[in-house]
């Protein structure tokens, strides 16, 4: 699950659409959007009814409690509302600590009505379920709703019904508003399941005798659900949180994440922060902002993302001369810190991806040097000392310290050398090698090291630790037998075991190839791919100097006749395509495992 928030004017618009409920909803699609390029006569063409009704305004930037920090213009002409925005449309605002600028407002018809007449409703997803929230006290003074409202669980796949409504939630809510609201919750939480929010709020919920008026309204939607969810999202956007601003750089990292099989994804928190990170690996990507964290560097923490899923060494060239280029269009008086980071990959060419940040390196080398980059590189994988080599290489031929690392040093121990933690070693010892397969790597070799760097959380070698008082050896025969610790003993994979692989991973299968090799297979492990994308076909890869074909079926079904001896699926399917496919896949007996792959499906 992904949740991102979405505008109010998104979730209204949803919500108008799609809610299904007896209650009788008012003003549906009355709401005028307003930002700093809005044509006033083009405006009023298209909502002819701004000059008719008294108006509410407010800015529809993710911000919370906008009535308290006196963002609302309530009661206001069409030309109070220009007035209103005169000193706030485009201008700089802070709130708490973000500061952003104020470019995008909601203009919605005033409702006039009493205090009695305002509700809190709330749903939000948990492990549990989904948790449904009423108070009979809402609006801007409703407080802290967790201590004072009513609440009610309902569990997956369970449904609400008026009658749990009524006699869990609404306790306390006048009588004869009790049916209206029932039915309103209860399309509400429908609403809600249907098109996949993990968290909806209205505050206020206004009940009047004329109906039902959605006044404030925030939403969050679980992201994945995008491929079920398209038809009725259409194109929805995620804004960013208010105090950051969307920048040209994302968009352009998206439109390449989205034309390719690997992940790419970059999130700028701080531009003129000092310490940048280029890191392989969704998992590792969040480590090592956890790690900078924890070392006192949120502040300076410039930017959040990853690359990962075997990139080619353009896509990488790609991905970090974007960060190259944000990195050193501003000067930090400490100069700035680039941690090219990430675990020990299982098929990515770590010295392909470090061809294409060299490349990167080489081309921005002047303004690194004028901008006083520290680098600090920390890699393991295939091929990761021809990597670390010509990083080290680059290194010397610029002129830029950077100090590299393998996998004998701890993932995580550069974040501390970065920040003045820990000491920088003069030399790092030789990373230890690792089995390089067929990829293409150099002649070079390297020396085992003897021993890795430790992480924070272990003790160093000269903080012994105070030995420990030993406890008396237990009586023979209160020691449990080796039988009765032992459960029941299940083989998963023998080397005779022949899998299919869905998606066109050659680089993962090649791999799979090379490990099935060096282990003395008679045969390979993989004995076809399954990829609906193109026509039935063969595909070449090295069963170790020798040249092999795989076939690669268009239908699983023709895979699965062909090869009856296959009982693991390997699946490489995107987001879109991994439930269909594993689901036909379970149409097949012959399947006992599966196994779903890696495509860096990061954050």
Known sequence: MSAKAISEQTGKELLYKFICT?????NRFKYARVTPDTDWARLLQDHPWLLSQNLVVKPDQLIKRRGKLGLVGVNLTLDGVKSWLKPRLGQEATVGKATGFLKNFLIEPFVPHSQAEEFYVCIYATREGDYVLFHHEGGVDVGDVDAKAQKLLVGVDEKLNPGDIKKHLLVHAPEDKKEILASFISGLFNFYEDLYFTYLEINPLVVTKDGVYVLDLAAKVDATADYICKVKWGDIEFPPPFGREAYPEEAYIADLDAKSGASLKLTLLNPKGRIWTMVAGGGASVVYSDTICDLGGVNELANYGEYSGAPSEQQTYDYAKTILSLMTREKHPDGKILIIGG??????????TFKGIVRAIRD???PLKEHEVTVFVRRGGPNYQEGLRVMGEVGKTTG????????????????????GHRPIPNQPPT???TANFLLNASGSTSTPAPSRTASFSESRADEVAPAKKAKPAMPQDSV??????QGKSTTLFSRHTKAIVWGMQTRAVQGMLDF???CSRDEPSVAAMVYPFTGDHKQKFYWGHKEILIPVFKNMADAMRKHPEVDVLINFASLRSAYDSTMETMNYAQVDHWALGDRGWGP
Request: proline share 6%; charged share 5%; no cysteine.
């Open 22 to 26: 007896t209650s009788a909803i008012q």
């Open 343 to 352: 675990s020990i990959a299982n098929f990515t060419n770590v010295a392909a």
């Open 364 to 366: 921005y080398q002047g």
């Open 400 to 419: 830029i310290p950077i100090h590299v690392f393998g996998t004998e040093t701890h993932m995580t121990a550069i974040v501390g050398m970065a920040l």
């Open 431 to 433: 990373a230890a090698h």
């Open 480 to 485: 449990p037998s080796p039988r009765s610790l």
């Open 516 to 518: 099935d090799y060096v």
